[in-house]
């Protein structure tokens, strides 16, 4: 089956840094993305990696490692508004998105 | 330029009722797609369409019908109304497959009882 593993969440505090990981075990590897979800919005994207390596977009970066099948997401001086959930998804062989629970990061002052 | 729109945003129907969630986009995307997100879970796809006329089963189709007769539209029907139809409901666009991002419209929250 296809399994994409977050933690369910996570506290750090304002202007701080934290990273979110997140495990994969799908049918095929065509990218990973990563979504901020506000509570009670809809997911906005973030970032995505089909390549090994580091991507790095202003506060937030992402790592991606196709052969550990692992990716993180690291989001630097972290304000209140970054309070959301972050969701991994994963596009399978069939370019389906197979989604992971999401890690809902709450921000201390 | 308005993106993705859903409508209604909360509905609460009675089990066996039937209803349309409607999705609108004016980006003019071939790719469509509709989720539902449970508490705790991921989303699950549930039907998607690659172009007008052209529409395939997700990950948890039972419970749903789709068409796509526009571009633009893609409208979901529940027939039958059960409680684990409980859900959040989200429509997205994207102009390809292989596009990186995937557009969202604000959601639907459905109540079955």
């Given at each position: 089956?296809?399994?994409?593993?977050?933690?369910?969440?996570?506290?750090?505090?304002?202007?701080?840094?934290?990273?979110?990981?997140?495990?994969?075990?799908?049918?095929?590897?065509?990218?990973?993305?990563?979504?901020?979800?506000?509570?009670?919005?809809?997911?906005?994207?973030?970032?995505?990696?089909?390549?090994?390596?580091?991507?790095?977009?202003?506060?937030?970066?992402?790592?991606?490692s196709?052969?550990?099948?692992?990716?993180?997401?690291?989001?630097?001086?972290?304000?209140?508004?970054?309070?959301a959930?972050?969701?991994c998804?994963?596009?399978?062989?069939?370019?389906?998105?197979?989604?992971?629970?999401?890690?809902?990061?709450?921000?201390?002052? | 330029?308005?993106?993705?729109?859903?409508?209604?945003?909360?509905?609460?129907?009675?089990?066996?009722?039937?209803?349309?969630?409607?999705?609108?986009?004016?980006?003019?995307?071939?790719?469509?797609?509709?989720?539902?997100?449970?508490?705790?879970?991921?989303?699950?796809?549930?039907?998607?369409?690659?172009?007008?006329?052209?529409?395939?089963?997700?990950?948890?189709?039972n419970?749903?019908?789709?068409?796509?007769?526009?571009?633009?539209?893609?409208?979901?029907?529940?027939?039958?109304?059960?409680?684990?139809?409980?859900?959040?409901?989200?429509?997205?666009?994207?102009?390809?497959?292989?596009?990186?991002?995937?557009?969202?419209?604000?959601?639907?929250?459905?109540?079955?009882?």
């Amino acid at each position: 089956g296809q399994n994409i593993d977050q933690p369910t969440e996570m506290t750090a505090t304002e202007g701080a840094i934290v990273q979110i990981n997140c495990t994969y075990q799908t049918s095929g590897f065509n990218g990973l993305f990563w979504y901020q979800q506000h509570a009670g919005e809809a997911p906005t994207f973030l970032s995505y990696n089909v390549l090994d390596g580091l991507e790095e977009k202003g506060r937030f970066s992402s790592f991606l490692s196709r052969s550990k099948g692992y990716s993180y997401l690291l989001l630097k001086e972290l304000q209140m508004k970054d309070s959301a959930s972050y969701l991994c998804a994963v596009r399978d062989r069939d370019y389906q998105l197979i989604w992971g629970a999401g890690t809902k990061l709450i921000i201390k002052p | 330029n308005a993106g993705v729109t859903q409508t209604p945003k909360f509905r609460i129907l009675k089990i066996g009722q039937s209803m349309t969630l409607q999705c609108t986009q004016d980006m003019n995307h071939n790719y469509m797609y509709w989720y539902r997100q449970d508490p705790g879970m991921g989303l699950k796809l549930i039907y998607y369409s690659v172009g007008a006329g052209i529409t395939d089963k997700g990950e948890v189709p039972n419970g749903y019908n789709v068409s796509r007769s526009t571009t633009e539209d893609f409208p979901l029907r529940l027939e039958l109304a059960a409680p684990s139809q409980t859900s959040v409901y989200f429509c997205a666009s994207s102009p390809t497959t292989e596009a990186y991002e995937q557009y969202f419209g604000p959601g639907t929250r459905l109540t079955v009882t």
